[in-house]
């Protein structure tokens, strides 16, 4: 990451809310119950160009616009509404006094909109499910809301000798990929999408069997979601496969601010430190959890791993975060710290 670009983006996450009234002048939306969404919509916009020109990614607003043009169309909102918006966005960000932040999120911004205009969505729109077999089985009962009939299936994934990787892999980490792709595209509410990301935690809990002293290997890993992200199922999955391979683990969970990191590294004194992000706007997060410890620890630094949906916007965001390497999932994440 230069120091150019953080000063960027930092210039307009300081203007957020003066680009959000640019915006919404351009868009002629008058005060009213309209006006407060559309702030909100808005300033997330600009938390996402935020990101992308910190660390000079325009993958990560072309793949937002994606997501975001998935949404306009659930909400039967015309693509002349989008391209209003883009525009508006655009004459928004003439206001920034600093010329180079100025420069730097009209060239995000232009390259990531061309970006977005000549790929194939990510989003399958047909109605088709991206899961099959038990995994299909799995989300079924979550969506039917039976949770019991859920771990009744996982358990018995485990008695017929299916490993506990797998089940984690194969079948609940598709199944909960699916469940957002869902949430996006309208066909279930908030509310379904939480019971069964709550679940799924619940079951995570009842099948991951307590380590064995004799399995320990000496070796401790300290594992978090960066300070602002909810999303810890990830995470989750590879605090519990490195404690089945022996590792002693301190599992902090969601929303883990920098300063209670340092200070489990202080008290805990791991050979790895992996952090996760699902949403790109916590990727700054990342990176400053990262400073705060390399900092901290000048001479006795933990090995730094990187995971989450968020890092497979582009490939070498986890270097542009200040990590020593990056896994897609928790069984990658064992093969490099093995490595």
Same mark, same amino acid.
């Given at each position: ?40 919509? *808005? ?5 996402? *160009? ?290």
């Amino acid at each position: 990451m230069k120091p150019d670009q953080r000063e960027a983006a930092d210039s307009i996450r300081r203007s957020r809310a003066t680009l959000v009234e640019a915006a919404l002048a351009c868009l002629g939306i008058i005060p009213g119950p309209k006006q407060e969404k559309a702030k909100e919509d *808005l300033g997330w916009h600009f938390d996402f *160009l935020a990101e992308a020109v910190q660390f000079g990614e325009t993958a990560i607003f072309s793949h937002y616009l994606d997501w975001l043009s998935t949404l306009f169309e659930r909400l039967q909102l015309t693509p002349a509404s989008l391209d209003q918006t883009l525009e508006a966005l655009k004459a928004s960000l003439m206001s920034l006094s600093a010329e180079a932040a100025k420069d730097q999120a009209l060239a995000i911004l232009g390259t990531a909109i061309e970006e977005w205009r000549s790929q194939t969505s990510r989003w399958d729109r047909s109605g088709a499910s991206k899961v099959e077999g038990i995994s299909q089985d799995y989300l079924d009962c979550l969506l039917e809301g039976n949770k019991a009939e859920a771990l009744l299936l996982m358990e018995g994934l485990l008695r017929e000798g299916l490993g506990l990787p797998h089940i984690y892999l194969d079948v609940i980490q598709p199944a909960q990929r699916e469940l957002g792709r869902l949430w996006l595209l309208g066909r279930i509410n908030s509310a379904q999408e939480h019971f069964c990301s709550s679940s799924t935690q619940f079951i995570m809990a009842r099948l991951c069997p307590p380590t064995h002293p004799r399995f320990r290997r000496g070796k401790r890993l300290v594992a978090a979601a960066a300070g602002g992200e909810f999303h810890d199922i990830g995470i989750r999955m590879v605090s519990d496969l490195f404690e089945l391979q022996g590792w002693e683990t301190y599992f902090l969970g969601a929303n883990s601010p920098g300063e209670s990191v340092v200070k489990i590294i202080m008290e805990w004194k791991p050979e790895l430190l992996c952090l996760s992000a699902t949403l790109p706007t916590h990727l700054s997060l990342v990176a400053q959890t990262i400073d705060q410890v390399r900092e901290a620890f000048p001479s006795d630094l933990p090995r730094i791993l990187v995971g989450g949906l968020a890092f497979e916007e582009a490939p070498k965001l986890w270097k542009a975060v200040g990590a020593d390497a990056w896994g897609r999932d928790a069984q990658e994440a064992l093969g490099l710290a093995s490595a």
